[in-house]
């Protein structure tokens, strides 16, 4: 077996942190806008727009973000000529790559989270007078909190292991959008399967710490 390069795991845990920042931020607020609906079919019409990246293939996840944010892609023309900025194949790429497909399971978690806080807080909390804004940030994030929390840690073990969307929009570039699994699927193509081990035991016990984690803060959450 050949010197094991760490740049895969340095590189997919720098875009799984960023991944779930964007992720937590951007699912609170879906589950957040759907959960204030009324209309059940406007929430079901949300609802399967926001979930269609968990339901569809990867690589076709990637391929649309390759049209939009490719060099000559809608987006991506702008953002180059315009601001200089290149999403395809960089580090850019991957995590727009794992925001995309790490956001339906942070919005569902994130929306049966707020589902299940008790419906006589939020109405305490207008006859009170507080704004929609304000039972947001203290009556629901708060109820929410242990919910919310797993969604983040999901979304990050996802943000960790994406690989087909990143393939597609960020390539295998080794040292620069190379992470865990390209790794894995580099070294098992090239036969090095001794490497290749290393970097899937490295997965599982990154994914298994970050379950760890969301069970011991949920546990500490209940007993507090």
């Given at each position: 077996?050949s010197?094991?390069?760490?740049?895969?795991?340095?590189?997919s845990?720098?875009i799984?942190?960023?991944t779930?920042?964007?992720?937590?931020?951007?699912?609170?607020m879906?589950?957040?806008?759907?959960?204030?609906?009324?209309?059940?079919i406007?929430?079901?019409?949300?609802?399967g727009i926001?979930t269609?990246?968990?339901v569809?293939?990867?690589?076709?996840?990637?391929?649309?973000?390759l049209l939009?944010?490719?060099?000559?892609?809608?987006?991506?023309s702008?953002?180059?000529?315009?601001?200089g900025?290149?999403?395809?194949?960089?580090?850019?790429?991957?995590?727009?790559?794992s925001?995309?497909?790490?956001?339906?399971?942070?919005?569902?978690?994130?929306r049966?989270?707020?589902?299940?806080?008790?419906?006589?807080?939020?109405?305490?909390?207008?006859?009170?007078?507080?704004?929609?804004?304000?039972?947001?940030l203290?009556v629901?994030?708060p109820?929410?909190l242990?919910?919310?929390?797993?969604?983040g840690?999901?979304?990050?073990?996802r943000?960790?292991?994406?690989?087909?969307?990143?393939?597609?929009?960020a390539?295998?570039?080794?040292?620069?959008?190379?992470?865990?699994?390209?790794?894995?699927?580099a070294?098992?193509a090239?036969g090095?399967?001794?490497?290749?081990?290393?970097?899937?035991g490295?997965i599982?016990?990154?994914?298994?710490?970050?379950?760890?984690?969301?069970?011991?803060?949920?546990?500490?959450?209940?007993?507090?």
């Open positions: 077996m010197e094991i390069d760490w740049s895969p795991v340095w590189i845990l720098k799984a942190a960023i779930m920042v964007f992720t937590f931020v951007l699912g609170l879906a589950a957040w806008f759907v959960y204030n609906r009324k209309r059940e406007i929430k079901a019409v949300c609802d926001f269609m990246p968990l569809l293939p990867p690589t076709v996840a990637g391929f649309f973000l939009l944010f490719g060099v000559n892609g809608v987006f991506g702008t953002l180059w000529h315009v601001f900025i290149r999403v395809a194949f960089t580090q850019i790429g991957a995590v727009l790559a925001v995309v497909i790490s956001f339906p399971i942070m919005y569902r978690s994130a049966a989270a707020l589902e299940q806080v008790d419906d006589d807080l939020v109405l305490a909390g207008r006859t009170l007078g507080m704004s929609e804004t304000r039972i947001f203290k629901l994030i109820n929410a242990p919910g919310l929390v797993g969604g840690v999901l979304s990050f073990a943000g960790l292991g994406e690989f087909g969307a990143t393939a597609m929009i390539g295998n570039i080794p040292g620069k959008t190379r992470t865990l699994s390209l790794a894995v699927y070294e098992t090239a090095d399967m001794d490497q290749a081990g290393v970097y899937v490295i599982l016990l990154l994914c298994f710490v970050a379950v760890i984690g969301m069970n011991c803060f949920t546990m500490v959450k209940k007993k507090g």
